[in-house]
């Protein structure tokens, strides 16, 4: 009777593969190895380099403050500026003297308006290493008295420092944008920016208006490229 010989020659090339597969990995081995390892050979002194990348993410921030909230901590409260204005009658021919039912010689000649500010100086505060920083100016909610408005452009900023500059204040809407200078104190360049200043808030008084309590938000954004 003839054996079979199929059934037995199976098993023994399965080792054979999986001898040639390890074979092909230790030959690759070296290859993979190229980019990070390296040696020399032959007479010395012998030398061997090798390269290392890098990658570094930095992330942009931003800091604004006016007001409350000095760095590194974000205020709170947000600020109020106010304005009274206090008329009064011209002093001649007659002074007036305060009080109700006082009779006074009066010329007929509009009365001025005297303005007094509370909490209009406040510290402005600009930090960040994303670049050119600028302002903008938005009026968030209207100055009105019941049906009455006062145009939000009446309100007038200045900067004790030109590198950190007031945005223009608009009627309505948002106004242009102004640039804050790079650097600063402490920054290591332009591209960083680390400023300070004292906005000062004023009334400009140069339109007529009527008598009431008026109310209105502005809002101001520091943003980069």
């Known amino acids: 009777m003839r054996q079979p010989h199929a059934s037995p020659r199976v098993p023994a ?6 001898w040639a597969a390890c074979v092909a ?12 390892a390296s040696s020399g050979a032959g007479a010395l002194p012998r030398t061997a380099s090798v390269n290392l990348d890098f990658a570094i993410h930095i992330d942009r ?12 901590t974000p205020g709170g ?14 002093a001649v021919p007659t002074a007036p003297v305060n009080g109700s039912n006082r009779a006074v010689n009066w010329s007929g000649a509009a009365p001025g308006f005297s303005v007094a500010a509370s909490g209009n100086v406040l510290p402005v505060e600009v930090r960040s290493n994303g670049g050119q920083v600028n ?12 049906s009455n408005s006062i ?5 007038v900023v200045s900067s ?26 402490g920054a290591v360049n332009s591209l960083v920016t680390l400023r300070s200043a004292q906005w000062t808030f004023s009334f ?22």
Not at 208 to 219: D, F, R, T, W
């Open 25 to 36: 990995c230790l030959l690759a081995a070296p290859a993979a190895l190229a980019a990070s």
């Open 77 to 90: 409260t947000i600020s109020q500026v106010s304005f009274a204005l206090t008329p009064s009658i011209p």
């Open 160 to 185: 004790s420092d030109a590198q950190l500059p007031a945005p223009p204040i608009p009627n309505s809407g948002s106004g242009a944008a102004v640039n804050v200078a790079g650097g600063g104190s």
């Open 13 to 18: 090339r399965a080792p054979a593969r999986a």
């Open 204 to 225: 400009a008084n140069t339109v007529p208006v009527v008598a009431g309590q008026y109310s209105g938000q502005l809002v101001f954004t520091a943003s980069t490229p």
């Open 135 to 146: 302002l903008r100016a938005t009026v968030g909610t209207p100055l009105t008295s019941g």
């Open 61 to 72: 921030f931003i800091f604004f403050r006016i007001g409350d909230g000095a760095w590194p």
């Open 151 to 155: 145009p939000m452009s009446q309100i």
